[in-house]
């Protein structure tokens, strides 16, 4: 007859397979490949990088925050707003990944007020400035290409606002250098603001992603 320790420690073998067993099958489960194409500029505030810029912003949050695989795409010919939902999954199959990611940037704005004034004190002496206060605004849109059936998976519309103090320092306005200067576009207000709304856009996608069926 099994005595109780037998029994509780048959249980916890099993448990213990069951669980590498499980953890063995997620190892080869096959990881989603998305293929992220040049953000289009809807506002017209961007140069030539902004686009490639901001799809390679979504690529490296991809493959920072979700156990999808990111992949940048290139355009040989012809400009981002001329590619169409067909045009994607072509794309999309000719650089075997999965889903597409179709980038629009709605919105990249910095509203911004100026006051001319003193700084506190320190030692005995005042610093006389132009306190600068911007707050940031981004709105993108992330169309869904599913390439296998050439449809529309979904379309995601997120936004991000960010508020900031400058004294005396000069401040994006839209998308700007972000391709030429990238570090400092993002830590203006409006790259802060297309930080989060990157961030939301990329847990949609993953959200989205999982009713797909990756090809292998």
């Known amino acids: 007859m ?10 916890a073998t099993v448990a213990a397979l069951g669980l590498a067993a499980s953890v ?6 096959p990881q989603i490949k998305v293929g992220v194409l040049p953000f289009v500029d809807a506002t017209g505030t961007g140069g030539v990088e ?13 493959v920072h925050s979700t156990e999808l695989l990111g992949r940048v795409l290139s355009l040989e010919s012809g400009r981002p707003e001329d590619v169409d939902v067909e045009k994607a999954a072509q794309l999309g199959k ?35 400035g132009n306190v ?14 599913d390439t296998a059936s050439g449809k529309r998976l979904a379309s995601l519309r997120v936004k ?18 972000i391709g030429t200067d990238s570090n400092g576009w993002l830590n203006s207000p409006v790259g802060k603001a297309m930080s ?20 292998s």
Request: hydrophobic share 40%; proline share 3%.
């Open 160 to 177: 991000g606002e960010e508020s900031d103090t400058h004294v005396g320092a000069s401040v994006y306005t839209g998308l700007g250098s």
């Open 2 to 11: 099994m005595t109780r320790r037998h029994l509780l420690l048959t249980i």
């Open 24 to 29: 063995a099958a997620q190892d080869d489960k």
């Open 196 to 215: 989060k709304a990157v961030v939301d856009l990329v847990k949609r996608m993953n959200v989205e992603a999982a009713k797909v069926k990756p090809a």
């Open 132 to 145: 600068r206060r911007a707050k940031g605004k981004v709105t993108l849109q992330g169309d869904l290409i």
């Open 94 to 128: 000719d650089a075997h990944v999965d889903i597409v990611l179709l980038g629009t940037v709605l919105e990249a704005t910095s509203e911004e007020s100026s006051k001319s004034g003193w700084t506190p004190s320190i030692g005995g002496q005042s610093v006389g």
């Open 50 to 62: 902004a686009g490639p810029a901001l799809s390679r912003l979504v690529q490296a949050e991809i």
